[in-house]
């Protein structure tokens, strides 16, 4: 089936980082528009970040500004969040998820655009 899968999760100290990977299966990722979402116990979904199909556009929720980059590896049909100076604000499970958007060079962290793919999440937990 097509599908999103992420991966790279995991407990680390405040202050730490960590890299997540989406990677895709049965279509071509650099075709698509592709969002990152977390959500923590209790409370609703948050937009972190995104990446468009053209041009490298990126937006990042301002918590995260400066210390989270997105980047793609077209050669691996994979999306990566490289994460650092994690705060325990940040813990939740992560979500990747894709649209078709060819001609795009902007993007939004906004759920709905989303519509057909979305990954199972990976857990991130901050903690000391």
């Known amino acids: 089936q097509l599908q999103l899968v992420e991966s790279g999760g995991g407990l680390v100290q405040p202050g730490g980082s960590l890299r997540l990977s989406c990677a895709a299966s049965g279509f071509t990722l650099d075709y698509y528009v592709i969002g990152w979402f977390r959500q923590a116990p209790g409370k609703e979904r948050e937009g972190v970040a995104c990446?468009?199909?053209?041009?490298?556009?990126?937006h990042y929720t301002d918590s995260v500004t400066g210390r989270f980059t997105l980047s793609r590896d077209n050669a691996k049909n994979t999306v990566y969040l490289q994460m650092n100076s994690l705060k325990p604000e940040d813990t939740g499970v992560y979500y990747c998820?894709?649209?078709?958007?060819?001609?795009?060079?902007?993007?939004?962290?906004?759920?709905?655009?989303?519509?057909?793919?979305w990954g199972q999440g990976t857990q991130v937990t901050v903690s000391s």
């Open positions: 998820a894709a649209e078709y958007g060819p001609f795009q060079v902007m993007c939004v962290t906004d759920a709905p655009v989303y519509k057909n793919y």
């Open positions: 990446i468009s199909s053209s041009g490298g556009g990126t």
